[in-house]
């Protein structure tokens, strides 16, 4: 009798995780790096590679990193947002182009606009793996001390920004 129950509870039990997997936000994964500082780093900028793109930029004020690459279909779907958000807002908005071929981000960026006001270039994914990075696009919050308060993992949308992301950025500048 144990013969046969055994391996049906098993099974039983392997549905029940597997629906509740079913109903999870995958954009709602947790990083490790929330509260802490944003790591160490010095890349070459994507459009002046003879300069760096540092930690020491993102400290002074509220911030946003968006990591993006040319390889990415949301990204390309979510440029239009960050276009329009870096023309509304006075908020400053960095790319990380992430594991990318530096001719094709230039193109891209000539023919869809450039956002951004500063661009770190990640050829290699090495200092992506110190952000946490597992993919694109993935967006960082940094307050002015230079700590990561919030990563938004998929697009931002316009009511993602909206609802989220804005008040967000109007605390953490009350804070200061």
């Known amino acids: 009798m144990w013969r046969y129950l055994l391996p049906l509870v098993v099974l039983a039990g392997l549905i029940g995780i597997f629906w509740r997997g079913l109903h999870t936000d995958p954009s709602r994964v947790p990083s490790p790096l929330i509260g802490k500082a944003v790591p160490d780093f010095s890349l070459p900028k994507l459009l002046e590679p003879e ?101 938004y993992i998929g697009p931002l949308t316009p009511a993602r920004i909206q609802s989220d992301l804005l008040p967000r950025i109007e605390k953490l500048r009350a804070e200061r």
């Open 51 to 151: 300069e760096a793109f540092s930690d020491e930029q993102l400290r002074g004020q509220v911030s946003l990193l968006n990591v993006w690459a040319t390889w990415c279909f949301e990204c390309k779907a979510e440029h239009p947002v960050l276009m329009q958000f870096a023309a509304k807002h006075d908020v400053p908005l960095y790319g990380f182009d992430y594991r990318d071929d530096r001719e094709k981000a230039l193109a891209w960026l000539d023919e869809a606009g450039n956002p951004y006001d500063s661009i770190a270039f990640d050829a290699t994914g090495d200092v992506g793996i110190d952000w946490g990075v597992y993919g694109a696009p993935e967006t960082f919050l940094i307050d002015a001390n230079g700590h990561i308060r919030h990563k």
